[in-house]
């Protein structure tokens, strides 16, 4: 028995079309329509200046009706860039899709293969005459049905990327933006109202919200990713303006002293925030997959930052990943690389998955020991933690995802804290290098059961971080006697400074292993736990 190749009249994607797709160009194509937003602004910039050099010199009806002309340019000018960077999120997506489902076409043909059938370049399957097999009629159909599942993906993709662009298209004919009505979210207004006034709007009203209200729109969850990513990306040379400015505020030497001493410290804290927001901004720039959405950015402080790695609003399996003490904007390019680990071990375990990754540093992380040792940071990042993943359920389109929140170090005590006091939208929670999540049991933290994992390597430090009751009580004896017999007969114990360590038994949680990599090595390419977070996150 054969199957000729699949019925072409209802794919709009064919086989030989989908072997031989390249996606990465779609992104890269998508990277250079981003690009024009900066020649785009440029001459936006200059229009504003001509405005500026008119008004001193000339005055009257006939210099009010130029002025007003040349603002309409600008503002023609202005209204076209979030559409620019919603080009490229539309064909970085359409080659995210395009790419899993040519993941999914070589996985069929490779399995087809393997059990002795053949597959043209037409995708018609049938025995291969030098490899008899029994049976080889169902095989024949199982392979027939996965290749037409893969071209069907492919299909919906395209269908979905050409009916994007085509608004675009009539937008551009129409006009990009139209004024919305006046009433916005309040403050207190939840992700689900937030999503539900989104959706009542049209795409034009949501371009001219973008583009003029982006410092709203890009903090607001319960909104899609694209839109906040636009705003954000408008508001990027702004929010490295205001860094600017405090660097320059800080480059004139004071008297020797504190003073002296307080400002050099503040010039290289800001310094460093420049590097990380100058790291942060090469991979938005890049055209490389998957593509970096920024959902949030604030320079203030020690800086925040919330960059997803793919669309979390169309992947299957999101994982958000919170870091712990010391972490800023500075540290933002190398926390970003780990969730980037651990969606490239994904992408190796399930290659047809759609998985996105979220960096979600939007809370004052502790800078120092003395701060660490408590909880109150980790308790006033609880409700933006919570709402940040109520946010992500609520814009998710078609089936719900699987939610994975991941807390490392300092930040294991974060997504405890929030899931204990707040709930977390999430599937399940991991815990690595946790110094305790402020819970004595798993059942405390209103997960569903099973679904509360954590990795602690045999050499982390974070393994000394004992209740300050024990520490106080090894100090007293550790000159006595008692104290070696006190070290021996404790062991490693089971509470740690936030109490219960949950990578022990008792805590009712289940374990993943580590290898002795310290208290930052659990990414590390050869660590059996960058395997098992991977698995976790894709629900294996």
Known sequence: MSGGPPDAADLPVGYAQLWRADPGAWSTAGAAWRGLAAPVRQRADALTARIGALRPGWSGAASAAAQRRIGDLRTGL????PALVEVDQVLAEFGARLGAAKARLGAEVARAESGGLLVDRTGAVRPDPARPVTRTGPAVVHARAGIRGALTLAGAADREAAGRLAELTTAAVRGWVSVPPAWRPGPGAGPAEVSRWWAGLSAAERRWLVGREPGRIGRLDGLPAAARDQANRLLLGDRREQLLV??????????AGPLEASRRVRLAAVEAALRGLDGLGERLAAGEAPRAYLLGLDPAGDGRAVVALGNPDRASSVLTYVPGMTSDLADAPAELGRAARVLQ???????????????????????????AAGTRQAE????????????????????????????HSYGSLVVGAAARDHGLGADALVFVGSPGVGVDHAADLRMPAGQVWSS???????????PPDELARRALLAGTPLGPALAVLDGHGERLWFGADPSTPGFGGRRFPSAPRGHTGYWDADNPALDGMARIVLGR
């Open 456 to 466: 602690t390597a045999p050499d982390d430090v974070i393994r000394l971080a004992r």
């Open 380 to 407: 006033d990042a609880g409700p933006a933690l919570h709402r940040f993943q109520e946010g992500l359920r609520a814009a998710h389109e078609g089936p719900p995802a699987r939610q994975t929140v991941l807390g």
């Open 78 to 81: 202005t209204d076209v860039l």
């Open 246 to 255: 405090r660097r320059l505020a800080l480059r004139h030497p004071l008297p």
């Open 345 to 371: 071990r994904c992408a190796a375990l399930g290659p047809v998955e759609e998985v996105a990754a979220v960096l979600w540093l939007d809370y004052d992380a502790p800078g120092f020991l003395t701060e």
